[in-house]
C-alpha cells in the first residue's frame, strides 16, 4: 500500500521545484540523489496521539505544517529507529534512511491496533540540495515543512532535502561523498553509522533535537530520563582529525596514548577541504585537545562542527 502524498507523479514535481531553484539563483543548486532516502505515510484519526505515545517526541499536538526528529527506543535505551516526522493536514510523512525503512514500518504497524493508524509501505527516493543555493526553492523554516505539489521540503543544516522517488538532473549534480563529506563537517549523526542500537540518545547528542524531556512515559523513557539526570553518559560524539592521509575503518577502537581504551571511529573519510576527519564516540575522560590511536593511525579530539 502506497498511499495519497507520494502516489502521484513526483518526476513532474520534481521538475517545476528545479527549475524554480535554478532560475532563483546566480549559483546553480548543488542536488544529490537520495536513494538512501525513504518516507512512510501515515493516515488516520490518531496518528499524532501514536507517534506521541511511542516515540521520543512530543507529537499531540504538532499542526499541520510543522516538522519535528524522534527517535524510537530500545526498553534499555539504545537507538534503534532514528527518523522525521512532516505533519500534514490528513497525513504525517516520516522519512529515514532507506536501510532502515522496513524495520521502521513493521515496528509501527506492531504497536497500532488500540489506534486509528494506517502505515504505508516506505518509498525510496529524494534529492538534497547542499548550501545557499538551496533557497531557490521554497525552504520552510526550522520546525516547519512545506508540502509543494506531492513534495515534502525539509530545511536541514546541510540545505534543503525533498522527499520523493525520482532525483532530476542538470542542475550541478552530485554523487553521494559530497553528502557524506558535508554531514561529518557538521557533525551530523546518521542511522546505521553513529545511530545504532548500542548508543544512547545522550551520547549522540540528540536530546535538544530528538527528545522531549518534558514529556510522558514511552518505551526507553526511564534510561532517558535517568541518564540526563544523574549525568552519568560516560562518551560523547566527537570529531578526530588525522595527521597523517589515511583513515581507519569503521568501529576501529580508539585507545589513549598511555594504551587505555579511549572510544571507538564511526564514519571516516578524507574531506576535500579538512583532510583525513571522523566523527567517534570518545570516552569523556579524553578532552579535546587530546591525543588519540586508531590501529597505528594518530588523531585530536576536536569539538563538533569542525572547524575549516
Known amino acids: 500500500m502506497q498511499c495519497g502524498l507520494l502516489e502521484r507523479p513526483l518526476e513532474r514535481d520534481y521538475d517545476e521545484v528545479m527549475k524554480v531553484a535554478a532560475r ?29 505515545t511511542v516515540t521520543s517526541q512530543h507529537t499531540a499536538d504538532r ?36 536501510a532502515a ?31 545557499p543555493a538551496a533557497a531557490g526553492v521554497e525552504v520552510p523554516d526550522d ?17 534543503a532535502d525533498l522527499l520523493g522517488p525520482a532525483a532530476v538532473p542538470g542542475i550541478g549534480q552530485a554523487g553521494p561523498e559530497a553528502l557524506e563529506a558535508a554531514r561529518v563537517a557538521h557533525g551530523l549523526p546518521r542511522w546505521g553509522y553513529e545511530l545504532t542500537d548500542d548508543v544512547i540518545a545522550e551520547e549522540a547528542g540528540l536530546l535538544g533535537s530528538h527528545v522531549h524531556l ?19 553518559v560516560q562518551r560523547r560524539l566527537a570529531g578526530l582529525r588525522f595527521s597523517g592521509d589515511a583513515v581507519p575503518a569503521f568501529r576501529t577502537d580508539l585507545v589513549s596514548e598511555d594504551g587505555r581504551r579511549a572510544g571507538q571511529v564511526r564514519t571516516a573519510l578524507v574531506h576535500p577541504e579538512l583532510g583525513p576527519v571522523a566523527l567517534a564516540y570518545v570516552r569523556r575522560v579524553v578532552p579535546d585537545g587530546g591525543r588519540v590511536l586508531a590501529g597505528d593511525l594518530a588523531a585530536t579530539v576536536v569539538p563538533l562542527p569542525f572547524e575549516g
Do not use: M, W
Open 143 to 159: 520546525g516547519r515543512v512545506t508540502f509543494a505539489d506531492g513534495v515534502v521540503i525539509h530545511r536541514t543544516p546541510l540545505g
Open 63 to 98: 499542526v499541520p505544517g510543522e516538522a519535528a526528529s524522534a527517535l524510537l527506543l530500545s526498553p534499555k535505551g539504545k537507538i534503534d529507529f532514528a527518523f522525521r516526522l512532516a505533519v500534514g493536514p490528513d497525513r504525517v510523512v516520516v522519512d529515514t534512511e532507506t
Open 214 to 232: 518534558d514529556k510522558g512515559c514511552y518505551p526507553g523513557q526511564e534510561t532517558v530520563a535517568r541518564v540526563h539526570n544523574l549525568g552519568q
Open 101 to 131: 525503512a522496513d524495520g521502521l514500518v513493521e515496528r509501527l504497524r506492531r504497536f497500532v491496533f488500540r489506534f486509528d493508524v494506517q502505515v504505508a509501505d516506505p518509498v525510496a527516493g529524494g534529492v538534497t540540495l547542499l548550501g
Open 24 to 52: 532563483s539563483s546566480s549559483t546553480p543548486a548543488l542536488a544529490i540523489a537520495r536513494p538512501d532516502l525513504s518516507a512512510i505515510v501515515l493516515t488516520g484519526a490518531d496518528v499524532l496521539r501514536y507517534l506521541h
